[in-house]
Every structure is written in structure tokens, then in C-alpha cells.
């Protein structure tokens, strides 16, 4: 009789094991799953404001995947010159606007110089809306 109990005490034992076993290869294989699919899906991250811009210009204007890596470039660039122009602001914000200005008109410049003549002029709508944009915040302020 011991030995009846103990055989569906083991039984009882590698059942829940390998649903224990099983659940954690079904977490683990979702977890992978989504990852997988949102890289390939190519969904920045939210904080990512490069790409972002990047993703709304594709929806735009189809870029090629050369061009999106250019931008990034051009994107990642401006942005440090932009943390360089913030440290040296520290004093009064007002005297650097010129000089963030310039960074963005240098990146834009920069991306322009990677578009096709097709591109153009959708990001010319882009950084209209960019613009004005900019303009009502500094408004706010």
C-alpha cells in the first residue's frame, strides 16, 4: 500500500513538473514571439524620437532602407549638437535659439541632400508643420 502512494506521489510530482516546465516554455517562446515581431515590424520605441520621425517620414515618403540609415545618422548628429548647444545654455535660453536654429536647418539640410525629387517636397510639408509648430510653442512661452 506504501508503495501504491508512493508511485501517485511521483506520478503526481512529474505531472505538475512538466506543466511548470511547460508553462515556463510557453512565456519564454511569447516573449521571444513579440520581440521578434515588433523588430520585424519596425516599431520604434516611443522614446526613440529619431526613429519616430524616422517611421513618419517612411509612411511619407517610402524611404530606402540606405536613406533611413543616413537620417538616423543626420537625426543622432543634430541631437548631440543640440545637447552641446543645451549645456552652454544654461545661463539664458533666449541667446541660443539662433544657435539651435542653425542645427536644425544644417540637419535638414543634411536629410534633404539624402531624398529623391519625389521625397522633396513632402518633407518640405513635414518641416512646414515642424515650423509652425515650433513657432506656437515659443509663443506659449
Not at 512529474?14 to 516554455?25: L, P
Not at 544644417?106 to 518641416?127: C, H, T, W, Y
Request: aromatic share 6%; net charge positive; hydrophobic share 30%.
Amino acid at each position: 500500500m506504501e508503495n501504491k502512494t508512493s508511485s501517485h506521489t511521483k506520478a503526481r510530482l512529474i505531472v505538475i513538473t512538466v506543466f511548470v516546465i511547460g508553462f515556463a516554455a510557453g512565456a519564454l517562446s511569447l516573449n521571444l514571439y513579440e520581440r521578434l515581431t515588433s523588430a520585424s515590424n519596425k516599431e520604434p520605441n516611443p522614446r526613440d524620437r529619431a526613429g519616430l520621425y524616422i517611421k513618419k517620414m517612411n509612411d511619407k515618403m517610402k524611404l530606402t532602407s540606405d536613406q533611413q540609415s543616413k537620417i538616423r545618422d543626420i537625426l543622432d548628429n543634430t541631437g548631440k549638437r543640440y545637447s552641446e548647444i543645451r549645456q552652454k545654455m544654461q545661463p539664458c535660453v533666449k541667446d541660443f535659439v539662433p544657435q539651435f536654429d542653425a542645427a536644425r536647418q544644417q540637419g535638414r539640410d543634411e536629410i534633404r541632400a539624402v531624398l529623391s525629387e519625389n521625397q522633396l517636397p513632402k518633407f518640405e510639408e513635414m518641416v512646414e508643420e515642424q515650423d509652425r509648430l515650433h513657432q506656437e510653442e515659443r509663443e506659449k512661452r
